[in-house]
């Protein structure tokens, strides 16, 4: 399956964005989907994810209450709704295969990646 996401850009503090991430080459439906990002001067890290069923989510702690993951199985993609969003959240948002859980978020376990979208986020 390819990845492209999209919906980046650049936004003032407390300012939303709405990430999308769409598959080709194989239905969405048959995966999980994660939002990974990476942050200048940081690690790759998990913000959430969703399981093939549409009630399995699972959040970063700084992202629970501000970002809002949901699919779209009809349109073969996934999105990431971003609001009050941080300077701290600036980075490039990955969307990528995997298993929804704990372990994978946390660990950055993910299959195919798409190539990411900016986020910047002005204070």
């Known amino acids: 399956v390819q990845l492209v996401e999209s919906g980046g850009g650049l936004v003032k503090s407390g300012g939303s964005l709405r990430l999308s991430c769409v598959a080709s080459g194989a239905r969405l439906s048959y995966y999980a989907i994660g939002w990974f990002r990476q942050t200048p001067g940081k690690e790759r890290e998990g913000v959430s994810c969703i399981g093939i069923s549409d009630g399995e989510t699972l959040y970063l702690d700084s992202a629970k209450g501000r970002f809002t993951i949901s699919r779209d199985n009809a349109e073969n993609a996934a999105y990431l709704q971003m609001s009050s969003l941080e300077p701290e959240d600036t980075g490039v948002y990955y969307c990528?295969?995997?298993?929804?859980?704990?372990?994978?978020?946390?660990?950055?376990?993910?299959?195919?990646w798409g190539q990411g979208t900016q986020v910047t986020v002005s204070s």
């Open positions: 990528a295969t995997m298993l929804c859980d704990e372990f994978a978020l946390t660990t950055v376990a993910a299959w195919s």
